[in-house]
Antibody, heavy 118, light 104 residues
């Protein structure tokens, strides 16, 4: 059974960079698409982007200028960096596996709350 | 960029009733990219339907998906108590705004 676990700081200061890592267990990270999705409290889901194990990426156009994703197949991990954060970036961040290039997500992490505040 | 609009925002129904949820795309999309998810409070979403009409593993057959082009539908034939939740559609990346199915 594939499991995903997000890790990283729960509190980030405004204008700084949010950094999260997702560790995949129970299966190989290779040959899948790995996504980041976030959800502000009481609101809907926002797709941030995805990365394939080759390193190719697709980002949400509204966040593209601030997002960087990377993958480390040797550690079965992938990561998210979101720069110049503001309070609007406060949300639960989910890492997830997209089964293939069509994008639908079959495995999710439990989610981690990141708060942007000084 | 494709925008997905879900309606209604909230659906108030009783257990045993039929629920019909709509997802409309701003332009025609491939049905193979359309998915539906269920999310309960405090939980990550769960994949229900992929490819517009295929049920994910372990999903009861009271859940069905249909549609093509710009209009897609998720139907729950008879609502069970555990089905009251928020439902999202997704196309490739972006999600719709969600429909909350609440107990009437």
């Amino acid at each position: 059974q594939v499991q995903l676990q997000e890790s990283g700081p729960g509190l980030v200061k405004p204008s700084e960079t949010l950094s999260l890592t997702c560790t995949v267990s129970g299966g190989s990270i290779s040959s899948y698409y790995w996504s980041w999705i976030r959800q502000p409290a009481g609101k809907g889901l926002e797709w941030i982007g995805r990365i394939y194990t080759s390193g190719s990426t697709n980002y949400n156009p509204s966040l593209k200028s601030r997002v960087t994703m990377s993958v480390d197949t040797s550690k079965n991990q992938f990561s998210l960096k979101l720069s110049s954060v503001t309070a609007a970036d406060t949300a639960v961040y989910y890492c997830a596996r997209a089964y293939d290039s069509r994008g639908w997500v079959d495995y999710w992490g439990q989610g981690t709350l990141v708060t942007v505040s000084s | 960029e494709i925008v997905l609009t879900q309606s209604p925002g909230t659906l108030s129904l009783s257990p045993g009733e039929r629920a019909t949820l709509s997802c409309r795309a701003s332009q025609s999309v491939s049905s193979s990219y359309l998915a539906w998810y269920q999310q309960k409070p405090g939980q990550a979403p769960r994949l229900l339907i992929y490819g517009a009409s295929s049920r994910a593993t372990g999903i009861p057959d009271r859940f069905s998906g249909s549609g093509s082009g710009t209009d897609f539908t998720l139907t729950i034939s008879r609502l069970e108590p555990e089905d009251f939740a928020v439902y999202y559609c997704q196309q490739y990346g972006p999600f719709g705004g969600g429909t909350k199915v609440e107990i009437k």
